[in-house]
């Protein structure tokens, strides 16, 4: 193979890989955050007023009095994660943490939210605790519902075109 064909080979193929990398930092459109419980809760829907005061630290315990673990989307959702924040909670993420450093400083709550690395993460988090709440895209999990209880939300499934958490 000559030299000018290899380069040209190497430029397309090096073209190519970086082409791949973008499609990656790009979130797909529709694509819905699921909100998870620990499996033993009682709970198969949460109204999306709720869902946001629990995330604002406004509700702190479920029905039956057990406290609420917050787990925000993994760092890894990108996108959906900012539009979790930006839409339902109507903060940006540095509005969100200085939101949440005031409540813990005045004492209103214990402990900011967990922010896990992955979904995996945020899925280890509300297994092991049952007051937990999490929103997840639910790609890492083959057999989710085995794991986690998936709620809808404000009586929408995530298959609802009209899924609140869809962007």
């Known amino acids: 193979m000559s030299c000018a064909k290899l ?5 397309l193929l090096l073209a190519l890989s970086s082409v791949e990398a973008r499609t990656d930092e790009v979130e797909l459109p529709h694509k819905a955050l699921l909100v998870v ?40 959702t990108g996108v959906r994660r900012q539009r979790f924040l930006s839409s339902l909670l109507k903060l940006s993420q540095r509005e969100f943490n200085l939101h949440w450093k005031e409540l813990v400083f005045r004492g209103d ?16 988090t509300v297994f092991a605790s049952r007051g937990g709440i999490a929103l997840v895209d639910g790609g890492s999990v083959k057999n989710l519902s085995s794991v986690v209880k998936v709620l809808t939300v404000s009586g929408k499934s995530p298959e609802s075109l009209d899924y609140p958490l869809k962007w």
Do not use: C
Request: charge should be negative; avoid cysteine.
């Open 109 to 124: 709550v214990a402990e900011v939210p967990l922010s896990p690395p992955d979904e995996r993460g945020a899925l280890r």
């Open 37 to 76: 419980v620990h499996k033993d809760r009682p709970e198969s829907d949460i109204p999306v007023d709720k869902l946001a005061r629990i995330f604002r630290g406004e509700e702190k315990f479920w029905s039956n009095a057990e406290r609420i673990y917050p787990v925000l989307p993994p760092e890894d």
């Open 7 to 11: 380069s040209l080979l190497s430029s």
